[in-house]
C-alpha cells in the first residue's frame, strides 16, 4: 500500500493494542518481531506452530523452501 495508508494502519494498531492482545497476520518478519511477542505459522489452513519469532520464522522458511 502507499506510505500514508501504512502510517495510518501502523498508527490505528499501535492505539488499539495498547492494553489488548492483537493477533497480526503479515509476511514480514520485521514488522512481526517490532510488534510481536510471539509467533504462529499457518500450512493449510492450520496452525503448525506457535513459538518464539524466531522458532516460528525458521519453520516458516523451512516450510516454504
Do not use: P, W
Amino acid at each position: 500500500g502507499d506510505v500514508a495508508f501504512q502510517r495510518k494502519a501502523i498508527k490505528i494498531f499501535d492505539e488499539r493494542r495498547a492494553g489488548s492482545d492483537v493477533i497480526m497476520v503479515s509476511h514480514s518478519i520485521d514488522m512481526i518481531k517490532q510488534y510481536c511477542t510471539k509467533a504462529g505459522v499457518l500450512n493449510g489452513g492450520k496452525l503448525t506452530m506457535y513459538d518464539t519469532i524466531d522458532e516460528a520464522n525458521e519453520n516458516y522458511l523451512r516450510a516454504i523452501s
